[in-house]
Structures are given as C-alpha cells and as structure tokens.
C-alpha cells in the first residue's frame, strides 16, 4: 500500500539526509527501503533523495520544485547585490529613455549616465554608478517586469513593424542598392485619421535610413504630391549624409513624374516596393510604430494648429531618436523546422552608427559630435512630453467627424479621440 503524499514527503525528509552521507552500500540499502515506502522508480528515487530541498530545472521547458524538508520559505543565502538605491536610479534612467527594454539600454548606461551627470540631471553615489555600469540585460529586464506591465499598451494597432525582407522592383537606378552604405533610405507616410479615413487629415512622412537607422519625420497637411514632395526635399537637408537611393511604396504621393524627375535630375535611386507586400519596406514601417505612433498616437488632426505642433514636436524628437535611442539590427536569421533562431547586433544609436561607417566624411562626424554635447537627453523627453500634451489637448476639445468608419479587413480598430495618448 502506497503512502499520501504528505507522509511521502516526511520519508523523503528524513531519509535524505542519511542518503546524502552515507556510502556507496549504504545507499543501495537505504534506496531499496526508500523505493517499497514510497512507491517510487529506481531512478525517481536517488532524484528525490538527492535534490530535496532544492529547486531544479529538468529540461527547456520543466522546472521541477523538490521536496522541502522545512514548511516556511528558503532563506536567501547572500545578501542582494542590486538594492532599492539601484532600482531607483535605474527606473530614472528607463523613463527617461522612453521605457526601451534592458537588451537597448544596458550597453548605453554608461555614456547616458555620463551624458546625464554633465548636464546635473542624474546623480548617485559611487557604488551605485558602478552597479549600474556593471548591469547585465537581463538583470535590467528582471528589476522593471513590475513596473513594465503598468506600461503595457492596449488595443490594436494599425501599423507594425514586419520581417526583416527586402525585395524592390527597380524604376530608374543610378547606382547599385546598397543596404550596408548610409543613404539609401525607405519612405512612407503615416495617417493621422484617427479611424475615420474622411476629408483631409495630417499625413507624416517618415524617412529611415537602412544602414545607421537614422529617422526623420515632417509632418504634411494631407496626401498631395506638392506637400509630400516639399517635405522630403527637406528631410533630405537634415540628414548628416548624402542621399543615393529612395524606396518607397506604390502610392501617387510617391510614384510621380515630380519625384521621378528630381530622382534623374539628383542621380537618386528611385524604387518601388511590390504592391500589397507591406514587408518590403519593413525598416520604415517599423519606425512608422516605434517613433512616429508611439509619439503622436492614433488620434485624428487636422488643422493647422495641430500639424504645427506635429513638425514642432518632431524637430525635439528626431535629436532625441536618433541621439539616444539605440537600436538592434538582425544579423541572422535561421529556421530549423518550426523554431525560427534570430541573431541582432549590440544596441547602437543611430548617431553612433554614422560615427562608425566609413563612408562618410570626418567634418560631417565633427559637425554631429559638436551637436551631441550640446544635447540633454531629459531636456528633450521633458519637451517632447509637453508638446505631446499640447497636442492632446486639441484632440480632447475638437468633435469627432460623423462618417460610419470604412470597413477593412486590415484596420479593425478605431481608436476613441478621447483615449490619452499611447504611453511610449
């Protein structure tokens, strides 16, 4: 007759411990009488007897708690190394760099604690500073869960970042696509319909280069080909390297004999992406999320005001991305089965990415270095915050246009005007 599981584990208590010392015949002795009390295999046996009291991992997936031989919890051996003095600072410099995961923020922590100290907007006493110079990615992800889920957005979105593929259908090329050379870049524009695709709305056209990922952002007053052309003649002067090719989508905003004939006349790469394959210009449409919507959200803006206050929010943020905002690229990526292995790079800024590529010029570097010590990471997310509120406060007072929503398969959810904007 089997034992209850409680009685089970008184045996396995008292047992084990004459187990673990006893001799190599003694614990054949003792696991003979072991394996009749309980019932137990052979080989579940000598596992219980040696692991009681211990938490051990089985395989990938098991994590098997074992017996204990006392009823409270397991006193924590080592005092912990990572106090509420580290959390604190930590948690400071998570918000200030908009809530990136610890795989993004732990290789900047030195230079952004170092930026921040210049500028009197962090300090901490010296074990501290070395503490968090010395935090691994893991453990930062493992000290914010709790406070990450209170930042953990809701609903659907409309745009999403896609797989790492580029596939084009060439119009007119001047020079050979490089993906690896700073200044071939994607473009695309963003609405800001706010779920009702009616009259004239605010479009933002998002510029994204494919090697450094440096991003720009002009907001427009709607779709016409003269706004759209204007404004990426002007995106084009603030980027801090030559333009040699464009990618863009299918749409006449971009596939126009304007654009066409600037292409030819600039010696630019102009090509397109296949139709209905949103993946093709997959850097854009990542940005399209991770710098355009998750600033401005998904309400509706249409007037004047607003896109002032769109182009004045994003003269603050693109120093603010493409400063202190790093990003991961893929390396590789390999399928064995169904399990898909991916392998990205170490998080860089794009600005430190443009340092590092040997294509562009020592003066356009001196130029970009001159303008990074002059910048206040906490300055510019305490400015970018309150143009976003700003900005809110215009959607909040402004009425909703009448129009039944269009149905599409691809946009089934229409975000409420009212609804704050998505926390970044």
């Not at 008184?10 to 047992?15: I, K, R, S």
């Not at 933002?204 to 907001?219: R, V």
């Not at 020592?362 to 700003?390: G, M, S, V």
Request: hydrophobic share 35%; charged share 30%.
């Amino acid at each position: 007759m089997r034992l209850k599981m409680k009685a089970r584990q008184e045996v396995t208590a008292v047992t084990a411990g004459q187990y673990r010392g006893a001799s190599k015949k003694e614990k054949r002795v003792l696991l003979d009488q072991f394996v009749s009390t309980t019932g137990y295999s052979r080989w579940y046996a000598r596992f219980v007897l040696r692991h009681e009291g211990r938490r051990v991992q089985v395989d990938r997936q098991t994590v098997v708690l074992a017996v204990r031989s006392g009823s409270g919890r397991r006193v924590r051996k080592r005092a912990r190394l990572y106090d509420e003095k580290v959390f604190a600072a930590l948690l400071k410099l998570w918000r200030i760099m908009d809530y990136i995961c610890g795989k993004r923020l732990q290789p900047i922590l030195p230079e952004l604690v170092a930026v921040l100290e210049r500028h009197n907007e962090f300090s901490c006493d010296r074990e501290t500073r070395a503490k968090l110079l010395r935090i691994s990615a893991a453990t930062v992800d493992r000290l914010l869960k709790a406070e990450r889920r209170k930042h953990e957005l809701r609903g659907r979105s409309g745009t999403k970042p896609g797989t790492l593929l580029k596939k084009q259908i060439p119009i007119r090329t001047f020079a050979e696509w490089d993906d690896l050379q700073p200044g071939f870049v994607e473009i695309d524009l963003v609405g800001h319909d706010g779920g009702v695709a009616a009259g004239d709305y605010c479009q933002t056209l998002d510029l994204t280069d494919i090697a450094t990922t440096w991003t720009e952002t002009e907001a427009v007053r709607n779709k016409a080909q003269a706004w759209v052309f204007a404004a990426l003649k002007n995106l084009r002067k603030n980027l801090p390297f030559p333009l040699l090719g464009i990618d863009s989508d299918n749409g006449s905003e971009f596939i126009n004999k304007d654009l066409s004939a600037y292409c030819q006349r600039e010696k630019l790469s102009f090509t397109r992406s296949r139709p209905y394959r949103k993946n093709d210009n997959c850097f854009v449409e990542q940005k399209n999320y991770s710098v355009v919507r998750r600033a401005v959200g998904y309400q509706r803006y249409d007037t004047d005001a607003q896109l002032a206050l769109l182009n004045e929010l994003y003269a603050s943020l693109r120093l603010y991305t493409n400063f202190f905002q790093p990003t991961m690229k893929l390396q590789l990526k390999q399928r064995v089965g169904s399990k898909v292995t991916k392998r990205y790079d170490r998080a860089q800024t794009p600005y430190q990415r443009v340092l590092a590529a040997p294509q562009i010029a020592r003066a356009k570097k001196d130029l970009l270095r001159a303008k990074y010590e002059t910048l206040n990471p906490a300055a510019l997310k305490r400015k970018i915050t309150r143009l976003q509120e700003r900005l809110l406060k215009t959607t909040a007072s402004a009425k909703r246009v009448r129009v039944r929503p269009r149905q599409c398969s691809n946009d089934r959810y229409f975000e409420d005007p009212k609804r704050p904007l998505a926390k970044p």
